[in-house]
């Protein structure tokens, strides 16, 4: 065509996020922590499940928000990692009769493992290019986890069933309200430790790299390095929020982990605020509950309300939850300022 | 070597669907830089709206030229509608916006036209083409329209004013607005254009397929990797593109032993992953150069 | 914020609704259901549609023994996942009686231990999966249709007595559907399965079947079993007929609808089609004057009028939804759990109106496989020809 090189200035695919709003201020914290731990005293066993489910998916989206926002990476293959971290934890408790408690630490290494890898040659691809190579991860995930060379440990197309933990020490809990402060306990504790990740010194070159890539490596970054390792970490914290996912569900099957999971988690970061931590559980709720909301208007077009309720979502809020959530802060420090 | 000829013919076939396709991708990344991901849905919904006029006793040609001129409207009031107001909204609202779009074509369309497959009849027939079984005169007739299609644009794109401004448009937008260019409105052009290209794949590829709401979805993941081989910003790429994936695919599923025949898929796109690895703009794509 | 309000809604409902509940259990049975209403596989919650109205039409002929049916449908997207919430949704808050003909293997799957734990019953799940039909593992699930395996075993019956030297070639679905089937083909083939010279699978999400079918036809087999879905079915029906193949074609039942499947792909094409079956085809003009049909049509003009009836899944619902609907009579007023499985473990020689002529469905405490019969059949002009017997499919390892 007419000219070979073509220049262009570099447009951000992720909004620049100083790193003091990536998380709550400790009030919000304590607050946001102690509804999550009443909140099933309250409630109704399956509820219980809904909220253990919205938790799970808090911590992928916020693996891909470490990514994405941290990173600025784009992925759509997140379920390609959830799926193997599910099996990994499946095969190891159905198969080794490994505790469900300490598989996790296996799957989030073996999809550390994966996702270091698969970010080696990714490094080459940014934008359009890495979103495919991703998308093409997560197409090609089912048809590997049916692959029948595996069927052995995968169960094939039928998929594998796990027995859900009882309460350890005879504690008098359901197992659901058991697994949701298991779940509760593991979510805080990596979102804590993701926090402080983007808060140290490898958190600031990914948020280099996100803002400017070659400015960062002209700062003497190791912009390989760290792009692989947030792959990595996003890639193992998917893993452990798959095994929980695995548990809680108690079934592993091909069929559960499509592409249409790497779009819900999508989905969940956008919705919930790229680049801002918290927002996480705001993109969960809305995996877990808005498709239920859209079935209640019509069935026969769930998928479309679905659709206009996201519309409507990305319309008032562009930027997420986290816009709502600079709002009040806003209003609290005028409040302040008045009394 | 009757059978590897005979294979890639057949894969040449598949690839004019994904040619067709991947060079709807391309037209709309022409226009916004981005991917849509309701492209193949536009393009099904499209190609239903032509079933429903021939349903009502409109002929082939006159429901085809209503089709792309419904098409072009829809493309149009789309952008005007769900994707101007987000306006400098990030990328990644736009890409939900996407999403929420193709569950709304999709629902609605299924809601309308229930699930059960449709004939879409071809305008070319399906007798086999200069004694071939493997391609039919349907196909080679698909083989045509892309060419002429891919022909059409490189001289829109390169030799007409507004094909010029809506380059300039979508690769310098500052630029472009300076010079006098209305960007707002080169965009929503660019949506009708690839709504009108989508709604012509989806009739020749309906023939192939069979028309049912969601017959574009394995299409579309095939025609993205198509535009994405050829290189984004070629047209000529792209087709070409959906050419070497088809037949890609295709030499795997006969070749590679054990399995070839279930992962073709997966295999397909790791090679695409490779290629880009090498050359990450794609094979014909051009090399953008960053500005810090 | 938005988690907060969300959880609220949902606090504050299931309250709402145990008050209903309490109120009049008497008077009305509650049935769950699941569909995947959203989402890749939304085409089969037709379905769901035709319960839901067969349902009505019941409550407007004054119900069973006097009592309402209320349906109760949840999507549940195809995902296991969603499947297990919104199974438990159906249970523990709306607290439904049973959970009838949830539909696909993934999700029945995901929910069967749950369900079998709570002591609910599993229903007529809409799956021909032999997990679904294990009395001693899972005494709570049936499934209805014939198990996959069986029909594959009906298959290499038929091809041992017509074609004994035969070659087969294979093109199967790879999911639960495909592989089952191709293992009952294979079981019922015994020591001559190596007669298929080539098994091929492919994946839902590709375009075209186009190109398996050249690769099956070079293979020199003169017998095609294709075990596909509807758009699949059509394809690989018009491919085999443009590359000028014309093997012994055996078509799996669940896309041998006429209007749906073979009118598409062309009649020509489809002319010596065999296939096997035990529902009645509403699009075959040899069940017209059908007294079961003729009620199966009258209830679409009456409660489903905008439906396509050549879609085998319409005639799949009612036979289902009638089915339930004597089970519930004849558990009379004990609506216990445990005494409607052993009703729906009681059944013999029940015929829903959409059963073909000699084939019923039929139960016992060790049989939770309600239709294990089938019927050969070959496309002729523009209908199924039945011919042979009714051949029992029943499973005996």
């Known amino acids: 065509m007419s000219a070979l090189q073509e220049v262009v200035n570099d447009t951000q695919p992720v909004e620049t996020t100083p790193k003091k709003y990536m998380a709550l201020g400790t009030t919000a914290s304590v607050v946001v922590v102690l509804l999550l731990c009443l909140a099933p005293l309250i409630a109704k066993n399956f509820v219980i499940f809904q909220m253990t489910m919205v938790l799970i998916y808090a911590i992928a989206v916020l693996a891909l928000n470490i990514l994405t926002g941290g990173s600025g990476q784009f992925s759509l293959g997140q379920s390609a990692f959830y799926a193997v971290g599910a099996y990994s934890s499946a095969i190891l408790m159905e198969n080794f009769g490994v ?107 990914m948020m280099a790299i996100r803002d400017n890539e070659i400015a960062a490596s002209a700062m003497g970054v190791d912009v390989a390095r760290y792009k692989t390792l947030a792959f990595g970490v996003s890639a193992g914290i998917t893993g452990v929020a798959g095994g929980l996912g695995a548990i809680a569900v108690q079934f592993v099957a091909p069929d559960s982990y499509t592409i249409q999971l790497a779009i819900a988690l999508f989905l969940g970061m956008v919705v919930g605020g790229v680049g801002w931590l918290p927002g996480s559980i705001v993109g969960a709720a809305f995996i877990v509950f808005v498709p239920n909301i859209a079935e209640e208007f019509s069935k026969g077009l769930s998928g479309a309300v679905f659709g206009v309720i996201l519309v409507l979502i990305i319309f008032l809020l562009p930027h997420g939850s986290r816009q709502i959530a600079y709002t009040v802060q806003n209003w609290v420090h005028k409040l302040g300022r008045r009394g | 070597m009757d059978l590897f000829l005979n294979q890639i013919l057949a894969g040449i076939a598949t690839g004019a669907i994904y040619a067709c396709m991947a060079l709807a991708v391309v037209m709309i990344y022409q226009a916004i830089d981005h991917l849509n991901f309701a492209q193949g849905e536009m393009a099904m919904f499209s190609t239903f709206v032509a079933w429903q006029l021939m349903q009502w006793g409109v002929p082939y040609w006159g429901a085809f030229v209503l089709t792309l001129a419904f098409s072009f409207a829809g493309g149009v009031i789309i952008e005007r509608v769900l994707f101007k107001p987000l306006g400098n909204a990030p990328v990644l609202t736009h890409v939900a916006g996407f999403i929420a779009l193709f569950a709304i074509i999709n629902s609605v369309a299924g809601l309308t036209w229930d699930f059960t497959i449709k004939q879409f009849p071809s305008p070319f027939g399906s007798s086999p083409f200069l004694g071939s079984q493997l391609i039919s005169t349907h196909q080679a007739g698909m ?63 309906a023939p192939v397929v069979f028309l049912e709401p969601n017959m574009m979805g394995g299409v579309l993941i095939y025609g993205f990797a198509a535009a994405v081989l050829g290189g984004l910003s070629s047209p000529f790429g792209a087709v070409v593109g959906g050419f070497l994936v088809g037949v890609f695919e295709n030499l795997a599923g006969t070749y590679i032993p054990g399995v070839g025949n279930e992962l073709k898929l997966p295999i397909a796109l790791a090679l695409i992953v490779t290629v880009l690895v090498v050359k990450p703009t794609g094979l014909f794509g051009r090399t953008i150069v960053k500005r810090v | 914020m938005l988690t907060l309000s969300a959880a609220a809604l949902t606090l504050a409902s299931p309250a709402l609704a145990e008050g209903v509940v309490s109120e009049r259990a008497d ?3 509650r049935i769950g259901n699941l569909m995947p209403y959203s989402g890749p596989a939304s085409a089969y919650s037709i379905v769901g549609r035709i319960e839901q109205a067969y349902f009505k039409m019941i409550n407007d002929q004054g119900g069973i023994n006097g009592r309402r049916v209320e349906f109760i449908s949840y999507d549940d997207a195809y995902n296991p996942a969603k499947a297990v919430e919104q199974v438990r949704k159906l249970v523990e808050r709306d607290q439904v009686l049973l959970v009838f003909s949830a539909m696909g293997t993934p999700t029945n799957a995901a929910i069967q231990k749950y369900l079998n734990l709570k002591q609910v019953p599993q229903l007529f799940a809409a799956s021909g999966a032999t997990r679904f039909g294990d009395p001693q593992a899972f005494p709570w699930t049936m499934g209805w249709q014939p198990p996959y395996q069986s029909e594959g075993r009906v298959y290499a019956k038929f091809i041992l007595a017509t074609r004994p030297q035969g070659r087969i070639a294979v093109l199967y679905q790879n999911d639960d559907l495909g592989r089952d089937l191709l293992k009952g083909l294979k079981d019922g083939l015994g020591d001559k399965a190596a007669m298929i010279a080539l098994e091929e699978s492919y994946e839902v999400a590709e375009p075209s079947a186009d190109n398996h079918i050249a690769r099956l036809k070079a293979s020199g087999a003169d017998v095609f079993v294709s075990i596909t879905t509807p758009k699949f079915a059509a394809q690989s029906i018009k491919a085999a007929a443009a590359l000028d193949w014309h093997p012994l074609y055996v078509q799996a039942l669940v896309a041998a609808s006429i209007a749906a499947v073979l009118r598409p792909a062309g009649l020509d094409a489809s002319q010596g089609l065999v296939s096997a079956a035990y529902n009645k085809d509403a699009s075959d003009p040899q069940w017209r004057d059908d007294a079961g049909m003729q009620r199966f049509h009258a209830f679409l003009d009456g409660y489903a009028p905008d439906v396509d009836r050549g879609d085998n899944s319409v005639a799949y619902g009612y036979g289902a939804a009638q089915c339930l609907v004597e089970v519930l009579r004849r558990a009379g007023d004990d609506l216990s759990r445990a005494n409607i499985m052993k009703q729906a473990a009681s059944l013999q020689g029940y015929a829903p109106d959409t059963l073909l002529p000699g084939i019923t469905v039929n139960t016992a405490a060790d049989d939770f496989h309600p239709i294990e019969q089938l019927r050969m059949m070959r496309f002729s002009g523009d209908h199924w020809e039945l011919f042979g017997p009714v051949i029992d499919g029943k499973l005996r390892d």
């Open chain 2, 143 to 205: 083989i045509g329209v892309t060419i002429v299609l891919l022909i059409l644009l490189f001289l829109f794109f390169q030799y007409t004013r507004i094909g010029l401004a809506m380059r300039a448009a979508a690769s310098q937008p500052e630029s472009a607005r300076l010079v006098g260019i209305n960007t707002s409105w080169m965009i929503a052009l660019g949506w009708g254009m690839a709504a009108a290209i989508g709604s012509i794949a989806g009739m020749l590829i």
């Open chain 1, 99 to 205: 505790n469900y408690a300490l598989t996790l630490p296996i799957s989030g290494a073996i999809c550390f493992l994966c996702g270091y890898l698969f970010g080696l040659p990714a490094l080459r691809l940014s934008g359009i290019y890495l979103a495919l190579a991703t998308f093409a991860l997560a197409t090609a995930m089912p048809q590997l986890l049916k692959l029948h060379y595996f069927e052995h440990w995968t169960g094939g197309v039928q998929g594998l069933v796990i027995t859900k933990p009882d309460a350890p020490f005879g504690l008098p809990m359901s197992q659901d309200m058991w697994l949701y402060y298991f779940v509760l306990v593991v979510s805080m504790v990596i979102y804590v430790a993701s926090v402080n990740l983007l808060k140290s010194r490898s958190g600031r070159a």
């Open chain 3, 27 to 29: 008077r009305v049975i």
